[in-house]
């Protein structure tokens, strides 16, 4: 964890070990504010929401304010049925009366295998626990290390972030924790993210600001494609610093520093990534259109064999080219400029004449670096950030459940 | 190659090494028909179509009949511009004097890395070689095998099929030759295949019967989801059989044997997939409209974690929802039903009751299977063959070039 890490007030946390993975890891979560939060959430697109997705869309679509969340990780209670919801609705009952709160404003959320019932008993068991740590560690630091370690499942390290951002009021803070290493995708897969905040928000003007900023962070990663059931990013102003923000320029500077947050949660977790060596920034730019840039940008993080390449630190260019052209958008071939870092590799269609392989290769060498492909036709870009493809990724997801 | 394999009357066949690939590796291979065949094509789809590709169109555009074919791997002759256009018109030239045929009836293809100038001279050097070694062997058999080899690329083993059609007028034969490995997709990736036939066809019918044939069979493959610039399914018919087929009968049992050989092709393309150790049938039913039965066939065929999952013998059934679910097409979930072979693992959108994971997983332990899933929301219904993601697939891609 940082030491530069911000921990809003007004929040405490906890993470214990219920039971629900093998040996004494932590598994369960819990983010209490000091008051109801304003709260506003995105949720997977998946056809299959998990039970605690279904759950979490009714209480935000009813206006509920949230005032503790719980996480648990081991098992996802996606594809679960009624009973699945049944089992979100006995965990939010318990919690709450285990914390004295209105059952409305418990949220939960699950990550973990999809398909098997969730163990309700073991996870009630750990209630208790949990409520009590809460108490160990009033001021954050080790206790939000033990939350944002309980929600992990493939991901080698705790993901948080916390900032300051100035206001015309005066200082607020953005606390976020995050987990994701795998099945990452254009729309949050296999992802938690909670962005916390002491700053006051309305409630009808948290919900537009999180989607703009998921857009612009979470939604522009890739690992490997897939998309999750469960995904979840649920944002929570309790307003306890005592500034309501309600100045235009206020509320942007809220803005840039809850995209702030977002975006350094999202680099985490394709850094992250199952298996991954590198973290590669993929650069449309010159587009007729968003929309074009966008399929091309994720045609090509998302491409196998352009991620195996940054694997091999293999300057294949051509696999490239060959993603740019598979994507289905118009382009005209004999324009487009592709460059890695500074170096032109592709000018006009073709390898750049001036292009030393060893020059590609050598920014292949390195664990970050960006892939610019410039279609020369307009005006519009788009970035994603995506990681290698990895024999790690291959044993990772071979034998996750064994 | 197999006993039963039936070669074509009226084309011979050679495979040469000329320098392309390192060693002796064979790198160069002629097909040559006795007389000049109807012919028809199918290209790849990508934006960036090789040089060989827009040589072909314009070919089929002009309604050239072809009666030679050249295929060089080792070098893809891509993204090489106007030079690479003429680079395909030299060695069609030169073709075109050693076998002392017009130019036009010349096709010319390419397989290998992207982005390199065609080694013009190296290919041409072989030409002569290429021509004498036709007269070796005139009667297939050993030739058709080198010609057979000396397309692959990444390929384990050549892929050859032949077959015999009865027609109302007397037996026919069809002799089909295919590379590919990797880059497999829907649009048919890296992939070449030339499909051979003595009959007599009307060079108007082949077009549209090769369209229905390659929509049906190289079309419904999946390895790794990307396409190649290069892709190429020519079709040649010279008639020499002297059986010119234009009953309507006759037709459709010409046109079931051209499938049966591209489905054969497909699967043996699928079964050498890089890196592959299972094929596996993708089966999705029940869908109200035939298009979104293909898109979520695809989700799943195309799945990393899908894919990693059967490599590991995981009935990791909860991967297989997520992907039908992140497919992007309207589903009742509390409808779906998924069954590896004819283990019921899924009943409404959740874990059948009766089902026993010892039962699915005896299921992925086999070389081959199918996963069957059920919308039960109308009658239409897709088929892809796709294969594992392995160790290996990660081995031959980030080591491709070097």
Request: net charge negative.
């Given at each position: 964890?940082?030491?530069?890490?911000?921990?809003?007030?007004?929040?405490?946390?906890?993470?214990?070990?219920?039971?629900?993975?093998?040996?004494?890891?932590?598994?369960?979560?819990?983010?209490?504010?000091?008051?109801?939060?304003?709260?506003?959430?995105?949720?997977?697109?998946?056809?299959?929401?998990?039970?605690?997705?279904?759950?979490?869309?009714?209480?935000?679509?009813?206006?509920?304010?949230?005032?503790?969340?719980?996480?648990?990780?081991?098992?996802?209670?996606?594809?679960?049925?009624?009973?699945?919801?049944?089992?979100?609705?006995?965990?939010?009952?318990?919690?709450?009366?285990?914390?004295?709160?209105?059952?409305?404003?418990?949220?939960?959320?699950?990550?973990?295998?999809?398909?098997?019932?969730?163990?309700?008993?073991?996870?009630?068991?750990?209630?208790?626990?949990?409520?009590?740590?809460?108490?160990?560690?009033?001021?954050?630091?080790?206790?939000?290390?033990?939350?944002?370690?309980?929600?992990?499942?493939?991901?080698?390290?705790?993901?948080t972030?916390?900032?300051?951002?100035?206001?015309?009021?005066?200082?607020?803070?953005i606390?976020?924790?995050?987990?994701?290493?795998?099945?990452?995708?254009?729309?949050?897969?296999?992802?938690?993210?909670?962005?916390?905040?002491d700053?006051?928000?309305?409630?009808?003007?948290?919900?537009?600001?999180?989607?703009?900023?998921?857009?612009?962070?979470?939604?522009?990663i890739?690992?490997?494609?897939?998309m999750?059931?469960?995904?979840?990013?649920?944002?929570?102003?309790?307003?306890?610093?005592?500034?309501?923000?309600?100045?235009?320029?206020?509320?942007?500077?809220?803005?840039?520093?809850?995209?702030?947050?977002?975006?350094?949660?999202?680099?985490?977790?394709?850094?992250?990534?199952?298996?991954?060596?590198?973290?590669?920034?993929?650069?449309?730019?010159?587009?007729?259109?968003?929309k074009?840039?966008?399929?091309?940008?994720?045609?090509?993080?998302?491409?196998?064999?352009?991620?195996?390449?940054?694997?091999?630190?293999?300057?294949?260019?051509?696999?490239?080219?060959?993603?740019?052209?598979?994507?289905?958008?118009?382009?005209?071939?004999?324009l487009?400029?592709?460059?890695?870092d500074?170096?032109?590799?592709?000018?006009?269609?073709?390898?750049d004449?001036?292009?030393?392989?060893?020059?590609?290769?050598?920014?292949?060498?390195?664990?970050?670096?960006?892939?610019?492909?410039?279609?020369?036709?307009?005006?519009?870009?788009?970035?994603?950030?995506?990681?290698?493809?990895?024999?790690?990724?291959?044993?990772?997801?071979?034998?996750?459940?064994?």
């Open positions: 964890m940082s030491e530069n890490l911000k921990i809003c007030s007004g929040f405490r946390f906890a993470g214990v070990h219920c039971g629900l993975k093998a040996g004494d890891a932590l598994d369960l979560a819990l983010l209490l504010s000091d008051c109801p939060a304003a709260a506003a959430a995105v949720f997977t697109e998946n056809r299959f929401p998990a039970a605690p997705v279904v759950c979490g869309r009714k209480q935000m679509a009813a206006g509920d304010k949230i005032q503790a969340v719980l996480i648990n990780s081991g098992n996802a209670n996606a594809c679960t049925g009624d009973q699945g919801e049944i089992d979100v609705a006995i965990v939010a009952e318990v919690l709450a009366a285990a914390l004295e709160l209105p059952r409305e404003q418990m949220f939960i959320s699950s990550t973990g295998v999809i398909g098997e019932p969730l163990p309700v008993t073991t996870i009630l068991r750990g209630v208790e626990s949990l409520v009590e740590s809460l108490d160990d560690d009033a001021f954050g630091g080790p206790a939000l290390e033990r939350a944002a370690r309980a929600i992990m499942t493939t991901d080698k390290s705790q993901k972030v916390g900032i300051e951002v100035e206001t015309s009021l005066g200082v607020v803070t606390t976020g924790i995050a987990k994701g290493a795998g099945m990452i995708h254009p729309n949050m897969a296999t992802m938690l993210a909670y962005l916390l905040t700053a006051g928000i309305e409630p009808q003007i948290l919900p537009g600001m999180l989607k703009r900023v998921v857009d612009q962070s979470f939604n522009r890739s690992v490997d494609g897939d999750s059931t469960n995904d979840t990013v649920l944002t929570l102003a309790n307003g306890i610093s005592g500034y309501s923000l309600s100045a235009p320029a206020d509320l942007e500077a809220f803005e840039k520093g809850l995209l702030k947050v977002a975006r350094e949660l999202s680099t985490m977790i394709v850094k992250d990534g199952e298996g991954a060596t590198k973290t590669v920034t993929i650069k449309v730019t010159g587009a007729r259109h968003l074009d840039a966008e399929i091309i940008c994720r045609a090509v993080a998302n491409s196998a064999l352009v991620k195996t390449a940054f694997f091999g630190q293999d300057a294949n260019w051509g696999r490239i080219i060959a993603a740019v052209g598979y994507a289905g958008v118009e382009l005209k071939p004999e487009v400029n592709v460059s890695f500074r170096v032109r590799v592709v000018s006009g269609g073709m390898r004449p001036e292009y030393l392989e060893a020059d590609g290769a050598a920014v292949l060498r390195q664990a970050e670096f960006t892939v610019k492909i410039d279609l020369q036709s307009g005006e519009d870009e788009f970035t994603v950030l995506t990681s290698d493809l990895t024999h790690d990724y291959i044993s990772i997801n071979a034998d996750y459940r064994s």
